[in-house]
């Protein structure tokens, strides 16, 4: 007796569509993944000048000055001075580590207690550098 010839595994067609549907997927997951990285770099940085302007508030309130080094830099006509984190107490921040380097790892404080910064936080393309 003749079997009847079965049709088994997948065609050749399934797998490419297959393969077609996984490759949009996975850019789609990849690209999302890029852009909530550069959302969380930027809430990051936000926390870290609302702290240091609750902390440099509170510095200037008791000695009447900002707690800055000798570095200052123009930044649209507007002058800036390193923040010396060293006169801060309980303070830890996700960026601007590199006090006492020659880096651009730094946030700035103006004379109106705005904070900068200067490396600044990519997100969606462009570079944000305060709130």
Do not use: C, Q, R
């Not at 997951?29 to 909530?36: T, V």
């Not at 200052?72 to 960026?95: A, R, V």
């Amino acid at each position: 007796m003749i079997k009847p010839k079965s049709d088994k595994g997948i065609t050749i067609v399934s797998l490419v569509v297959t393969v077609i549907i996984l490759l949009i997927l996975s850019g789609t997951a990849i690209y999302n993944i890029n852009l909530s990285s550069g959302v969380g770099k930027y809430n990051n940085m936000i926390a870290d000048i609302k702290l240091l302007k609750d902390k440099v508030l509170v510095y200037y309130n008791k000695y009447g000055e900002i707690p800055s080094t000798d570095k200052s830099i123009n930044i649209n006509g507007i002058e800036y001075y390193e923040i010396d984190l060293k006169e801060l107490d309980d303070i830890t921040l996700n960026y601007g580590n590199d006090y006492g380097k020659d880096g651009e790892d730094v946030y700035l404080v103006n004379s109106d207690l705005n904070i900068y910064y200067l490396a600044g936080i990519e997100k969606s393309g462009e570079i944000y550098h305060e709130d």
